[in-house]
């Protein structure tokens, strides 16, 4: 049994300890909007913040986050108000086909609570999630937009 919050609500998982965390948050706890992408934690489209810190969940064992704060893009928004991150992507036409882009606003989510005011060099630092459709100059412009909300 493995004890974590997440979302703000806290759980206890009957899991195998070495299950990815991914696996769990879809398949025990029912929050589906952290997706597969490529399951070694190169795509960054399972990232979840994990106290605070961007982490692909693909390649996190459950039992690596007994007692940890996570944080699903289902839990990003606050009192039905998008997150700023959220907000910037819509108003910028971000997603396409959408199927990387929550993975993309929580890494975003984490450089701007660490960076509020990131340059260019530091999104292409710490924004290494893969997009196929190649909407990357939009996720420029919506960082950009929501670091000045």
Not at 10 to 34: C, H, K, S, Y
Not at 134 to 139: E, H, K
């Amino acid at each position: 049994m493995v004890r974590f919050s997440i979302n703000g609500r806290t759980v206890d998982v009957d899991a195998d300890p070495n299950t990815p965390l991914l696996w769990v948050i879809r398949e025990q706890v029912g929050l589906t909007g952290t997706k597969y992408g490529c399951g070694v934690a190169q795509c960054g489209a399972c990232t979840v913040h994990i106290d605070g810190a961007a982490v692909r969940s693909c390649a996190m064992p459950v039992s690596a986050v007994a007692g940890k704060q996570i944080t699903t893009i289902e839990g990003l928004a606050s009192g039905g108000t998008l997150h700023k991150v959220q907000k910037a992507w819509v108003d910028n036409d971000v997603p396409q086909c959408g199927y990387c882009q929550t993975g993309m606003i929580m890494a975003v989510a984490a450089l701007l609570r660490e960076k509020p005011r990131p340059t260019d060099a530091d999104i292409d630092a710490a924004i290494t999630n893969i997009c196929r459709c190649g909407t990357f100059q939009q996720v420029r412009e919506a960082i950009h937009s929501a670091a000045k909300a």
